[in-house]
């Protein structure tokens, strides 16, 4: 989801152009996931903080998905797939969970090229809806910002208005 998410822009800033947008100002947001977490990070010159946090704010509140941008993360994938069992170290890291948890434990699942072949927009639309929310995120600011600042812009673009919550569960 993260990669497909960042590669693919908003509904309001395509991919091509948000990369043009960061190039132009010599910024960047990157994005990446592993089994429980989601990082997204963005790096701007300190004038163009606000800028910054309103496009990443953008990107998570109302990504694309354009389906060009999974067909090439599948195909990254895939590739890494293949190259996973080159060296004992990689075969070992995809292959252990499966033996520790079991293959009917989440834990223990193992990425293949049928189960990225069945990946789909709507799975990442749906992932997205569930888990990228206000009340499931960690903001840290670092820099050349004050704290009151940095306060003031998350609350503005990363706040409970932009980003619609959980529903919790009795």
Request: glycine share 10%; aromatic share 8%.
């Amino acid at each position: 989801t993260a990669e497909v998410l960042r590669n693919g822009g908003s509904e309001s800033l395509s991919g091509d152009k948000l990369d043009a947008a960061l190039d132009a100002r010599g910024a960047q947001i990157n994005a990446g996931a592993e089994r429980e977490e989601t990082w997204i990070g963005l790096s701007v010159l300190p004038e163009d903080l606000a800028w910054g946090m309103g496009v990443m704010s953008d990107l998570l509140a109302h990504p694309a998905f354009p389906a060009d941008k999974l067909d090439e993360a599948r195909g990254r994938a895939n590739v890494d797939l293949k190259q996973r069992l080159d060296t004992p170290l990689s075969a070992t890291r995809a292959l252990f969970p499966q033996l520790l948890y079991g293959k009917g434990n989440p834990w223990g699942g193992t990425q293949t090229e049928k189960s990225l072949a069945a990946l789909t927009i709507a799975d990442l639309k749906a992932v997205h809806a569930k888990y990228y929310r206000s009340d499931r995120m960690s903001i840290g600011i670092t820099g050349a910002v004050a704290f009151d600042k940095a306060k003031e812009l998350a609350a503005k673009y990363f706040g409970p208005d932009r980003f619609q919550k959980v529903e919790k569960s009795a």
